[in-house]
């Protein structure tokens, strides 16, 4: 079985390697941002000839929040046209499409879990490019799984986890926004549910909702990482007021999960638990 991944050298392409190395699964083929530039027709169209894939994962994404205010094309273009341009050729080679979204398609100002029925209302350039993606990939296949997921870290790439140990050894004292609530993902774990949704070789496709377990703001999250690396950095609540950004962050951002706990049988560790891991894995 072949499986294109697009994007592959990003923080979840690199995760899906690691999982699927572990787990002895085979025809993962891993394209960057060259070899498998998502808007070339033409190059997809030759990839999808050359490997026959029985599925495609999309990790590819303009993932910069605040730089997307400024280059809303270039946002919309590869959030977008992109995804679409996937699930065009992936009609044509009956190929299942996995593809990965964010919970920021959503306001962020109920304080509820909010589930896959649920208004989106993206409040920044990214989560509304995001979510046009969803929705076109919607209109061009009916063969997909769309995963919103969420506040992803891994021992790849840059991530929250990573900033946080390397400024707990630079600094004594740190400040960290408090009032913006949402749940972390080990993209690990997300990678071992893509991989459990093909090995099971699932057909209920659609839309779901995809986070770790449980509910933390920022703050908390920090302090739990230096909790389990043992840096002793004082941290300082900070409102999102007191922090501007570009972009506009929704609130609280924290996504039900029954969906795909009960159509597709997935498993979901905690955020503390898989954060252990992950802060092991980094060497701590
Ligand atoms: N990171 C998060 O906190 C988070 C939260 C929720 C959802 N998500 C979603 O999760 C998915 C994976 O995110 P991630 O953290 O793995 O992001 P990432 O590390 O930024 O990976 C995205 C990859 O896409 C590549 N890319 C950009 N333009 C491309 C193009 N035209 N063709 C092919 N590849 C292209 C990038 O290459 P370059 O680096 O060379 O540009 C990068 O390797 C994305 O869909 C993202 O929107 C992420």
New binding site residues.
């Given amino acids: 079985m072949n499986i294109l991944v ?10 899906l390697k690691k999982v699927a190395d572990s787990k002895g699964i085979d025809g993962l083929i891993y ?3 060259i070899q ?5 027709v033409q190059l997809l169209n030759s990839l999808f000839e050359q490997y026959q894939p029985q599925y495609a994962i ?7 929040v605040d730089k997307a205010e400024d280059e809303v094309d270039l946002s919309r ?3 977008k046209t ?1 995804a679409e341009n996937i699930a065009k050729v992936c009609v044509k080679h009956n190929t299942t499409l996995i ?6 398609v959503f306001e962020g100002k109920l304080a509820k879990a909010l589930n896959e029925e649920d208004i989106a209302e993206p409040i920044n350039v ?1 989560g509304l490019t ?1 979510l046009e993606g969803e929705q076109g990939i919607s209109q061009i296949t009916s063969q997909y799984f769309t995963l ?6 891994s021992e ?5 986890v990573k900033t946080m140990l390397r400024l707990g050894k630079e600094r004594e004292e740190l400040g960290v926004i408090i009032d913006q609530v949402g749940s972390p ?1 080990y ?1 690990v774990d ?1 990678a071992g549910c893509i991989l459990e949704i093909i090995t099971s070789k699932s057909d209920a496709y659609g839309l779901y909702h995809y986070s770790n377990e449980g509910v933390t703001s920022w703050y908390d999250f920090a302090k739990a990482i230096f909790e389990f690396s043992n840096y002793s950095v004082k941290v300082k609540p900070l409102k999102t007021s007191e922090y501007p950004t570009k972009a506009t962050r929704p609130l609280y951002s924290v996504m039900d999960k029954s969906k795909i706990k009960s159509l597709l049988g997935i498993q979901i560790p905690y955020w503390r638990d898989s954060l252990a891991i992950c802060i092991k894995e980094l060497g701590f």
């Fill in positions: 697009f994007g592959g050298v990003g923080q979840l392409g690199q995760c394209l960057d941002e498998g530039n998502i808007l070339d999309n990790c590819a994404a303009y993932t910069a273009l590869i959030n992109g593809h990965i979204s964010t919970d920021f990214y995001k919103r997921t969420s506040w992803l870290y790849f790439a840059n991530n929250f993902t993209a997300l």
